[in-house]
Every structure is written in structure tokens, then in C-alpha cells.
Antibody, heavy 118, light 110 residues
């Protein structure tokens, strides 16, 4: 059974940092692109970042230069290092397995809440 | 403002059919596959339709997808109260080099 489980969310002050992790199981992790998608309270889905199976990386303009995505194929894990956090980064962050050559997200975790507030 | 445009809400009676539209441009829907996601209240999104019209294992054939040009449509027949959820379309935007979603459509089964 495919599973992705996020961790690392919490309360952080504006300007602070947080590192999210995603533990994957039930599939050959190194063969799939992985993604972070977030959802602010009461709002819609917002794509944040993707890393392909070959290591190509993409970021939303809203997080470029502040967030860093990385993967460890040996540990079947995906990380998102978030720096210079802003109030508008407050959201539930979902880890999602990529499919369809990167055009869709087949398996989602339960999400981890990040709250940026003083 | 979302790159893809969906109606904020749709409604229909149990047993009826509803369609949800998703409008984009030549750099996203016009070039790439469209997927649809269902988000029940308080839960994570779930993939409903991928590659425009394919259903993952376990998704009933009451759900269908289509794409024409720069627009896509999700259809749901035989509506059930359990279908009440938010529905999102998504794709890749080749010009932006970014994933994009619609703003979401809230389905109410009256």
C-alpha cells in the first residue's frame, strides 16, 4: 500500500525557519517525482514545489529563494526546508507522489500544519 | 487569483448529473494533461481523474473527465450526498514551469 506521511509542522515566528519531512513507503521512491502542495485555511490548493525522479527542481514564485526541496532516495524521504517564513505561508502542507509525467498527484499524505505568527 | 478558472459552486439533486468546468490557456491545459481531485471536508485531496479522462483504481465510473482545447470538464452522474466536497482541477503550466490548480468548486447535493 502506498503511503506518504508528513511531519515537522508547527508554530514559528515570522522570519523563522522550519523543515518538513515526508516518509514514503509502498512504492519504488526513486522512480517517482515528489511534490509539496499547500492549502491555507479556508482556501484552495496551491502547488509549492516539485522534484523529479532525476532531480530536476521547480518552485512556485511565492516561495522561490526561501524554500528548498530535497530528496533522499536511500531513505525514501522528501524534505522541504522553509526559511524566511511569512504569515502568508500559514497552511497545511501536503506531500504528494507525482504521476502522469509530473502533471498529476496520485497519493497524498494527511498534511502537516504550519502556522507563522508572532 | 488562480491560473485555472472554476465556478465557485455547483449544486444538483441526488441522482442527477452535474458538470464542473475548468478553463485555462495554451500554456497549461492546452499543452498538458488535466487531473481532478476530490477533497471531502477535513480530509486530504484524492485523485479522481488523471490524464484528462482516466480513473484510478477504485474510482467509480460515475466520475468522468474530458478536455477540449484549453478547457476541461468533470462530470458526475448519479449524485450521492457523499459526493458533497470541493473539487479541483490541476495541470502543469509549461510557460510558468509550475504546477497550477483551479480555485476549487464546492459541490452541494440538495
Amino acid at each position: 500500500e502506498v503511503q506518504v506521511v508528513e511531519s515537522g509542522g508547527g508554530l514559528v515566528k515570522p522570519g523563522g525557519s522550519l523543515r518538513l519531512s515526508c516518509a514514503a513507503s509502498g512504492f519504488t521512491f526513486r522512480s517517482y517525482g515528489m511534490n509539496w502542495v499547500r492549502q491555507a485555511p479556508g482556501r484552495g490548493l496551491e502547488w509549492v514545489s516539485s522534484i523529479t525522479s532525476s532531480g530536476h527542481i521547480y518552485y512556485a514564485d511565492s516561495v522561490k529563494g526561501r524554500f528548498t526541496i530535497s530528496r533522499d532516495n536511500a531513505k525514501n524521504s522528501l524534505d522541504l526546508q522553509m526559511n524566511s517564513l511569512r504569515a502568508e505561508d500559514t497552511a497545511v502542507y501536503y506531500c504528494a507522489r507525482g504521476l502522469c509525467g509530473g502533471d498529476c498527484y496520485s497519493d497524498w499524505g494527511q498534511g502537516t500544519l504550519v502556522t507563522v505568527s508572532s | 487569483q488562480s491560473v485555472l478558472t472554476q465556478p465557485p459552486s455547483v449544486s444538483a439533486a441526488p441522482g442527477q448529473k452535474v458538470t464542473i468546468s475548468c478553463s485555462g490557456s495554451s500554456s497549461n491545459i492546452g499543452k498538458n494533461y488535466v487531473s481532478w481531485y476530490q477533497q471531502l471536508p477535513g480530509t486530504a485531496p484524492k485523485l479522481l481523474i488523471y490524464e484528462n479522462n482516466k480513473r484510478p483504481s477504485g474510482i467509480p465510473d460515475r466520475f468522468s473527465g474530458s478536455k477540449s482545447g484549453t478547457s476541461a470538464t468533470l462530470g458526475i452522474t448519479g449524485l450521492q450526498t457523499g459526493d458533497e466536497a470541493d473539487y479541483y482541477c490541476g495541470t502543469w503550466d509549461t510557460s510558468l514551469r509550475a504546477g497550477v490548480f483551479g480555485g476549487g468548486t464546492q459541490l452541494t447535493v440538495l
